[in-house]
């Protein structure tokens, strides 16, 4: 059985449960304190707000401990908020982060609220027929390392990358019916 947990301090983590339902192997759990942590093959972070988020994330004591775990091998899917959270650097902006890729992202960086919009990306790694993503003040990945594999671009943007066992993309997955992306992480955190 892979245990996955979903970081439930805000956003849109049900929506993550509702899709990773499509993998039977998967015992899922909702995440708040250090402990959940614990016994986890994966751990996602969902959109939201990001700021907010890692202020919660120090307020609860998880930061370090999801930083720790992903040291040892824990693989982490962020998506949105959450790909903001992973990335080393964002752009004009020192908010709390994980740090946790090799990238720089910009925020809100498709517009706000009101230009959000769903498009179909190419996403090779999952298939030929594109995915249907999501975008709500999504951010969007500027540079990265030697290390991290672009997985998916919009628009000649990148929206989706892989370093080791941590992935990201800029749009929601989960609020589709298409759960390959998710089936990828699934994967992800049985190696």
Do not use: W
């Amino acid at each position: 059985m892979i245990k996955i947990g979903i970081l439930a301090l805000q956003g849109d983590f049900d929506a993550h449960r509702k899709a990773l339902g499509a993998y039977p192997s998967c015992f899922v759990s909702l995440v708040r304190s250090p402990e959940e942590l614990d016994d986890l093959h994966g751990l996602i972070l969902p959109g939201g707000e990001s700021t907010t988020i890692g202020k919660l994330m120090v307020r609860h004591g998880l930061l370090e401990r999801i930083q720790s775990r992903a040291a040892y091998g824990m693989a982490i899917y962020g998506t949105c908020a959450g790909l903001i959270l992973l990335a080393s650097e964002i752009v004009d902006s020192e908010q709390t982060r994980l740090g946790l890729m090799d990238i720089t992202v910009a925020r809100n960086a498709f517009g706000r609220q009101l230009d959000s919009f769903e498009a179909n990306v190419d996403f090779p790694t999952i298939g030929t027929d594109p995915v249907r993503a999501v975008f709500i003040r999504a951010p969007y990945v500027t540079q990265f390392g030697e290390g991290v594999e672009e997985l998916a671009r919009f628009e000649d943007r990148v929206v989706a990358v892989r370093q080791g066992k941590i992935l990201g993309t800029a749009f929601h997955p989960e609020l589709t019916d298409d759960h390959r992306v998710h089936g990828l992480f699934v994967d992800m955190c049985s190696q």
